[in-house]
C-alpha cells in the first residue's frame, strides 16, 4: 500500500493562522518535503512537531522527486510544505505532484492561508472573476510586454512584485494601462501589514520617502467595462434630432 502525499498550507505571517488539521498531519506523516527548512523548522518548533524535514526546492526538484516518490511507494506519507501559505502558487511543487499522479500516488490538500486570497478579499476590487500571474519579470523589456498581454483583462490581476522592483514596475503598469485603480498589500497578516488602495500615482506617492519592506502582493483593476450606452450604437433611431455636424472638443 503507498502513502498519501499532503499538500499542507502554512501561515503566511501570523502562527496563529495554522488550521488543527495542518498541526496533525505533519506530525503524523514520515517526513516533511519543505521550501527551506530553516524555515519549516522554526513553525515546527512552535507547534512540536517532530517530524524529519527535507528539502525540496526548484534546484533539486527532480532528485528529490525520486527519493519522495520512492518513500511514497513504500508506504510512508509525504508533506509538502512552502515557506509560507499554500504551495505550488508561485512555489515548488507542482514537478512532485504531477509526477505523484502520473504514479498513481494518492493526494490530499490541506486547504489553509494564500496570500492571493488574502489580499483579494480586502481589496475592494471585482472578485467574481480574477487571474493571478505569479511573480512580474524581472527584466525590463519582458516586464513591459507582460503588462502589455494583460492590459485587456477585464477581472482582477494579482501579481507578486518585490521591494525593489515595485516603484519600476507601477510605472511601467501606468504607461501601458494607464492610472488605474490598484490595492498594494504588504506583510499581510503580520505585525507590519500594510493596505494602499487608490489609483497608481496615488498609491506612488504613498510610497514615497518610505522604506518598503516585505513581501508585496499588488492588485489591477481590470479593464474598465464601458457602459451600455457607451456601447449603444449610434443609428437614425437613437435621436430624433438628425446629427450634421460632431460638437467641438
Known sequence: MTGTLYIVSTPIGNLEDM??????????????????????????????????????????????????????QEGNSVALVCDAGTPLISDPGFYLVRQAIRSNIPLIPIPGPSSVLTALCVSGL???????????????????????????????????????????TLQVITTVMGNRHIVLTRELTK???????????????????????????LLIQGLPQRSKRQLEPLTEHSSSTPITHLPSE
Open 19 to 72: 488550521t488543527f488539521r495542518a498541526i496533525r498531519i505533519l506530525q503524523e506523516v514520515a517526513i516533511i518535503a519543505a521550501e527551506d527548512t530553516r524555515r519549516t523548522q522554526k513553525l515546527c518548533t512552535h507547534y512540536h512537531i517532530g517530524t524529519p524535514l527535507t528539502s525540496y526546492h526548484d534546484f533539486n526538484k527532480e532528485e528529490k522527486t525520486d527519493i519522495l516518490l520512492h518513500r511514497l
Open 126 to 168: 471585482a472578485t467574481d472573476r480574477f487571474i493571478f500571474e505569479g511573480f512580474v519579470p524581472r527584466k525590463p523589456g519582458a516586464r513591459e510586454k507582460f503588462f502589455q498581454n494583460l492590459k485587456e483583462e477585464k477581472g482582477t490581476i494579482i501579481v507578486f512584485e518585490t521591494q525593489h522592483r515595485i516603484l519600476k
Open 191 to 217: 505585525l507590519n501589514e500594510e493596505i494602499l488602495r487608490g489609483e497608481i500615482e496615488e498609491v506612488v506617492q504613498q510610497l514615497k520617502g518610505k522604506s518598503i519592506k516585505g513581501e508585496i502582493t
